[in-house]
Nanobody
Framework: QVQLVESGGGLVQAGGSLRLSCAAS????????MSWFRQAPGKERELVAV????????YYSDSVRGRCTISRESSKNMVYLQMDSLKPKDTAVYYC????????????????????WGQGTKVTVSS
């Protein structure tokens, strides 16, 4: 198992930016596909972005594509989510998730495919 701890959330005005970080421990994330999910108040948890083992393949949900960038530094056991042009609808708790894989191309998009989760970091975007 890999332990995940998110940080970087906070209160930001609409149009602003935040960089979320996910620090992993316990195992190297070099064999884990990594993702960010979010859960807004009263809503289901949803995928934000996924990055494959190498960092060369990414996937973004329609709601954030063009405004967010997921990246990873496996040598530091870190994953990041750069969020720009934030909107009030981006307000949510953001979770880092990891799935062990041997597949270079795998980018799972369903939360039930992941078995390692952080506690989340809260992002609030004011209008």
């Amino acid at each position: 198992q890999v332990q995940l701890v998110e940080s970087g959330g906070g209160l930001v005005q609409a149009g602003g930016s935040l960089r979320l970080s996910c620090a992993a421990s316990g195992r190297t994330i070099s064999t884990y596909v990594m993702s960010w999910f979010r859960q807004a108040p009263g809503k289901e948890r949803e995928l934000v972005a996924v990055v494959n083992l190498s960092g060369g393949i990414t996937y973004y949900s329609d709601s954030v594509r063009g405004r967010c960038t997921i990246s990873r530094e496996s040598s530091k056991n870190m994953v990041y989510l750069q969020m720009d042009s934030l909107k009030p609808k981006d307000t949510a708790v953001y979770y880092c998730a990891a799935k062990y894989t041997a597949s270079y191309f795998e980018t799972p998009r369903e939360q039930n495919e992941y078995d390692n989760w952080g506690q989340g970091t809260k992002v609030t975007v004011s209008s």
